[in-house]
């Protein structure tokens, strides 16, 4: 049986497991879907679709959480081979502050470069203060680095109350949750990951993964491949909702 591994500590891994559960199952803040977005702003001709038009295609987002990482690199190549656009919500401390040259390429090679904090602190458990410098180090690190401030972020364990939502919408943050998580903090089987994904895979929907965990990145050539073949295009965050634009504050959950 494959090794439970977590860079945050058992003790995280365990409080990310309840939490993700309890997110999932039902989410007392109010939410948007990024679907609901597009069809309001199509509805009133306003903005562009880009080069993928959701309403047509049978959209989906891939998106990787606390990052970058060691096996990051080997993930955009994958993601190159098989011309896959990908949203990647970074930390800042460990992460985008020791991989910059990959930050650097992740925003060169058209993916969506995104918050997830500065140190993975639970957002809904700090003051104002807190909450605002755990956010606003990572923009500024990302911006340093890429030139360009963050527009999504992700709360860790998906927690975000009033409190947060204030605080993203003065950054210019939108809030991204998901619909289709791999649990793959508490896995390594790869096979396993890839099979959570493609059971909860549907239309507009939001796919959650992070590539610090080792049976993360060998899963997603099989994950890519299998979507395409039911007929799935992938596209960053924002352009699922297009012609919306991410709303800061917002919370987008499909």
């Not at 559960?21 to 069809?39: D, F, H, K, V």
């Not at 080069?51 to 606390?66: E, G, N, P, S």
């Not at 606003?136 to 709360?155: D, F, N, S, V």
Request: proline content about 7%.
């Amino acid at each position: 049986m494959p090794k439970k591994m977590s860079p945050f500590g058992t003790g995280l891994a365990a409080a990310l497991v309840a939490a993700l559960t309890l997110t999932l199952s039902g989410c007392s803040m109010q939410t948007t879907a990024p679907g609901s977005a597009r069809r309001d702003a199509a509805s009133d001709a306003k903005g562009s679709f880009g080069q993928v038009d959701c309403r047509r295609a049978k959209c989906i987002a891939l998106t990787f959480d606390a990052g970058p990482a060691k096996d990051t690199p080997h993930l955009l190549d994958v993601l190159k081979e098989k011309k896959v656009p990908a949203t990647f919500f970074l930390l800042g401390r460990d992460h985008v502050l020791k991989h910059p040259g990959t930050v650097r390429r992740i925003e060169a090679e058209g993916h969506e470069v995104a918050n997830h904090t500065w140190t993975h602190e639970i957002l809904t458990d700090r003051e104002p203060d807190e909450i605002r410098a755990e956010l606003e180090k990572t923009q500024r690190a990302i911006e340093r680095i890429t030139g360009k401030k963050p527009r999504l972020m992700r709360p860790p364990q998906g927690r975000t109350d009033d409190t947060v939502s204030g605080i993203c919408a003065e950054l210019g943050l939108s809030q991204i949750l998901w619909s289709a998580t791999a649990k793959d903090y508490s896995t390594n089987d790869s096979a396993l990951i890839r099979k959570r994904i493609l059971d909860q895979a549907g239309r507009d929907g939001i796919i959650l993964l992070h590539d610090i965990y080792p049976g993360t990145v060998p899963a997603v050539p099989g994950i890519i491949d299998a979507l395409k073949d039911r007929g799935y295009t992938f596209v960053t965050v924002p352009q699922l909702m297009a012609p919306a634009e991410p709303e800061p504050g917002t919370v987008y959950r499909p």
